[in-house]
């Protein structure tokens, strides 16, 4: 038994219901059955009667639960005795645009349950800086997107999403259901910031070669939608970027999906860097 599946049990058990525990969790429900099944496994015995409305302990699951409060409320004693003493740890996390977005959900109140006395600062890196802050030393750990150049950083997938071509609605393409490189040949495209990772730029711009009608150089996420909307400039991103009316997404079939990854310095030695691995890998799985 883990102290994660025995916080599952008890979820489950003060809800009486899988699916209110899983809310309370924040995560899906098959993860929690199956979480419930496997603790139900390694015991031996059955620690619910499921009925249409829900669930209730059966007698073996009552002596669990008891056992379970009391356990738990002595690991978060220890815990709270050992974060007064250290005092408030502080935690630097960069994010690129708005790739903290899709796991904070999940992620800040399962890090801030673990974590309570860590101070936690976030630095928000533009387009021209794929490792949000990790190359210059500016962050400890980062949730960002690939592809980019990996030297000295250890990363764990998040999320694998397939990317498209932004484009007007009224554009040729807009209906389509897919497009490859080869339609896109001659668009005008947005410009990354000079002197951004290369691997990073050759990725998300297009064919990278504009030419005479080289766009200005763009730096966020909001810059190269608006370039899209007002100018009818191209441009990439994962298809399930939020987008401004007038806009649309078109699945590009030739290139490979981006990964939402957690990212850290391989030489990182910090508890709280592997904390927030841990918590962010959590997240995947929920």
Not at 44 to 52: A, I, S, Y
Not at 71 to 100: F, H, N, Y
Not at 163 to 186: E, I
Request: with cysteine.
């Amino acid at each position: 038994m883990d102290l994660r599946s025995l916080r599952y049990f008890l979820a489950v058990a003060d809800e009486g219901h899988i699916g209110r525990a899983a809310k309370r969790l924040h995560m899906t429900q098959p993860p929690l059955s199956r979480a419930i099944r496997q603790l139900e496994d390694e015991l031996g015995v059955l620690l619910f009667e499921r009925t249409p409305k829900g669930v209730t302990l059966t007698p073996a699951g009552k002596v669990l639960y008891d056992e379970t409060g009391a356990l738990l409320g002595r690991v978060d004693g220890i815990r709270r005795r050992v974060a007064a003493t250290a005092g408030t740890a502080p935690l630097a996390v960069g994010t690129l645009a708005d790739a903290a977005e899709q796991v904070g959900g999940r992620l800040v109140p399962l890090f801030r349950a673990r974590y309570p006395h860590v101070h936690v600062t976030v630095h928000e890196s533009d387009l021209s800086d794929p490792t949000a802050g990790l190359r210059a030393g500016l962050v400890d750990v980062a949730i960002t997107r690939t592809p980019f150049h990996g030297t000295g950083i250890s990363m764990h997938v998040l999320r694998s999403v397939p990317v498209g071509v932004v484009m007007r609605d009224d554009d040729p393409f807009a209906g389509h259901a897919s497009v490859s490189s080869t339609d896109l040949a001659g668009r005008r495209w947005v410009r990354l910031p000079d002197g951004a990772d290369p691997v990073w730029t050759a990725y998300w711009t297009g064919s990278g070669d504009n030419g005479d009608n080289a766009s200005p150089v763009m730096r966020t996420i909001q810059e190269c939608l608006q370039a899209v909307l007002w100018n009818g400039t191209s441009a990439l991103a994962p298809i399930d970027q939020p987008l401004p009316a007038g806009l649309v997404v078109v699945p590009l079939c030739d290139r490979p999906p981006s990964d939402l990854v957690v990212a850290w310095p391989r030489a990182a030695r910090s508890p709280l860097v592997r904390g927030f691995i841990q918590v962010a890998e959590n997240c995947r799985h929920t």
